[in-house]
Nanobody, 124 residues
Framework: QVQLIESGGGLVQAGGSLTLSCATS????????MGWFRQAPRKEREFVAA????????YYVDSVRGRFTISEDNAKNTAYLQMNSLTPGDTAVYYC?????????????????WGQGTQVTVSS
C-alpha cells in the first residue's frame, strides 16, 4: 500500500509559479512511476507529467511542456511538480499518483494509488 499526500497548491496570478509536492509512504518509492494529473471543473482528468522509476525519463502533456518540470527526491520519498508561467487554463485540482505498471505512466488507468488532490487557481 502506498499513501500519497499533495501540498503546495494555492492561488497565483497569471505568469506566476507554484511547486507542488507529493510525499509518499509505504513501499519503496523508487518502485513506482510517479505521475501528476489534473481535473478542471466539468472536464475529465488529464495527464500532466510522469517520471520513470529511475528518474531518468520524464513525459509531459504538450500544453505544459517547457513550463512544468516533474522531479523526485528518493531520499525524501517525494515527487514535485514545478509550474512556471501559469495561465488561467492551468486552474484545476492537481493529483499525484503512483504506478507499479511497466508502461510510461501516461494514462490514469496505469495508476493504482492517488493522493487527495490540491487546488491550483490561476487568476488573470
Amino acid at each position: 500500500q502506498v499513501q500519497l499526500i499533495e501540498s503546495g497548491g494555492g492561488l497565483v496570478q497569471a505568469g506566476g509559479s507554484l511547486t507542488l509536492s507529493c510525499a509518499t509512504s509505504g513501499r519503496t518509492f523508487s518502485s513506482y512511476i510517479m505521475g501528476w494529473f489534473r481535473q478542471a471543473p466539468r472536464k475529465e482528468r488529464e495527464f500532466v507529467a510522469a517520471i520513470s522509476r529511475s528518474g531518468g525519463s520524464t513525459y509531459y502533456v504538450d500544453s505544459v511542456r517547457g513550463r512544468f518540470t516533474i522531479s523526485e527526491d528518493n531520499a525524501k520519498n517525494t515527487a514535485y511538480l514545478q509550474m512556471n508561467s501559469l495561465t488561467p487554463g492551468d486552474t484545476a485540482v492537481y493529483y499525484c499518483a503512483a504506478s507499479p505498471a511497466s508502461g510510461y505512466g501516461l494514462s490514469y488507468r496505469e495508476y493504482n494509488y492517488w493522493g487527495q488532490g490540491t487546488q491550483v487557481t490561476v487568476s488573470s
